[in-house]
């Protein structure tokens, strides 16, 4: 691949947004954490898989400064969430965006904690209870992916049967063929997205069980989730700039 003023272009759009910045640091502050793990299975020395620990940390900490008014985001977004006319989507979006709102307000506190600019008497419950939002969260969008693969489903079949129909009639006419090919096409797009969420959800989902002690996975299946899923939101924004 041959480096172009393009491709410097686009890598400096996607370094130009606070999301694309924080994706590419999760992504590697879940390296450091996998990579520690590995380093300790195979007996590195200690300073060497210290100095891991400390860029997952840092890294960690620099992250939350990035989303210090992320609560804000979450909390309009779930009051427009309200106006959603699906009972089911409505409630999904609704617990989504509150457990994300606690999770991050929560966060707050687990920054303050860390830096030594105020250290809460009740750090762990804070902390716990910020984790069983992240769950709460994520447990919802999962839900209401599930929904939509239903609704998804409906959509295919009276697609299928208006194919059917403009195929079987004597009388086509070019407007109706093209309504029925872009429809197959928001269909198709509909169905990607949706697919998409669903695995990053299912696969995030994995970091917060870990740390409630629901799932019993080591720190290398944690980082390896969070890497995934970094890197998946990371070509989501990056798709969102460059197209």
């Known amino acids: 691949m ?20 924080e994706k590419l640091c999760r992504l590697v502050q879940y390296f450091a954490r996998f990579y520690a793990f590995y380093l300790f299975r195979n007996g590195a020395p200690k300073e060497v898989i210290q100095r891991w620990v400390d860029l997952k940390s840092h890294l960690g900490n620099g992250r939350k400064f990035f989303r210090l008014l992320k609560p804000v985001e979450f909390a309009q977004t779930g009051v ?16 989504k965006q509150a457990g994300m709102f606690f999770y991050y307000i929560s966060e707050v506190f687990v920054l303050t904690n860390s830096i030594n600019f105020y250290k809460p008497a009740n750090i762990k419950q804070i902390t716990e209870f910020g984790q069983k939002c992240w769950f709460a969260a994520i447990t919802a969008s999962l839900i ?40 197959e096409k928001a269909l198709a797009k509909d169905k990607y997205s949706t697919k998409y969420a669903f695995i990053q959800d299912a696969v995030d989902i ?12 080591d720190e290398g299946i944690v980082g390896l989730a969070g890497m995934t899923t970094s890197f998946m939101a990371m070509i989501t924004q990056w798709n969102k700039l460059n197209g």
């Open 2 to 21: 041959v480096l172009t003023h393009q491709n410097v272009d686009a890598f400096n759009r996607y370094l130009n947004t606070t999301v694309g910045r």
């Open 80 to 95: 427009k969430s309200l106006a959603l006319k699906d009972e089911v989507l409505r409630a999904t979006a609704v617990a």
């Open 144 to 183: 209401s992916g599930l929904y939509k693969f239903k609704q998804l489903s409906v959509r295919e079949h009276m697609l299928e049967k208006s194919r059917k129909a403009i195929v079987n009639t004597s009388e086509k006419s070019e407007a109706q063929i093209a309504e029925l090919k872009a429809q």
């Open 206 to 217: 994995i970091i917060p069980s870990a740390g409630l002690g629901y799932l019993k996975v």
